[in-house]
């Protein structure tokens, strides 16, 4: 309680989204009784939006119920909120209204919020006020780690796939970018062994990249 809200950022594909929904299903595993929500940043509009046309104060204020009642709630890529007024209005509405009741926020954007370009410096100032987290490019060791865990999982439906150590390591030391690079640079060398029926070695993954 004493950091709210919690702001993760970094580029895409760093896995973000991933950490929320892990941080999800751990709350709701862990106490059942917890009130979680998660709403992406377009959902988030997308409701908005249609509580305002939908007419009446009824709308609106189901939509505020749904965002507010709640113990947790998770906001992926919040940076988008801020490109639309009456959104980042609404949004920062429901960031002050569950601050001062105590209840824990969480969100995800792809940069720090003080460089959010649209946002107001209010919603800056509230999102700065707790704890701002980068998430930084995954160093070699996590990225050989990465790989086992995609090398295991594909397994699963591929056991006799292998992969020598030194194709491994080259891997890992060469796509130095996001996860989500690094899975695609693997299921590309994958896919290509499995296409074409040829073993997976350091010279085809090097031609691979």
Do not use: W
């Amino acid at each position: 309680p004493q950091y709210n809200p919690i702001v993760l950022h970094g580029a895409n594909g760093m896995g973000k989204t991933h950490i929320l929904h892990a941080i999800e299903s751990e709350i709701r595993e862990q106490d059942p009784e917890r009130r979680v929500r998660f709403v992406s940043a377009e959902d988030f509009v997308g409701q908005f939006v249609a509580s305002v046309r939908g007419g009446g104060r009824e709308n609106l204020a189901a939509f505020k119920a749904s965002l507010r009642d709640v113990d947790l709630l998770i906001i992926d890529d919040a940076h988008f909120i801020a490109d639309k007024p009456a959104s980042q209005e609404e949004l920062l509405h429901t960031v002050v209204s569950l601050i001062g009741a105590g209840r824990q926020i969480l969100i995800a954007a792809d940069r720090h919020p003080n460089t959010i370009e649209k946002a107001s410096d209010r919603l800056k100032s509230y999102l700065s006020s707790g704890l701002v987290c980068k998430i930084s490019a995954a160093d070699y060791e996590l990225r050989l780690r990465i790989l086992d865990r995609l090398i295991a999982r594909r397994r699963e439906h591929n056991p006799t796939l292998s992969i020598p150590q030194n194709a491994r390591d080259h891997l890992a030391a060469r796509m130095n970018a996001t996860p989500r690079d690094l899975e695609g640079a693997f299921n590309q060398i994958v896919a290509q062994s499995e296409f074409l029926g040829t073993p997976i070695t350091l010279e085809t993954v090097q031609e691979t990249l």
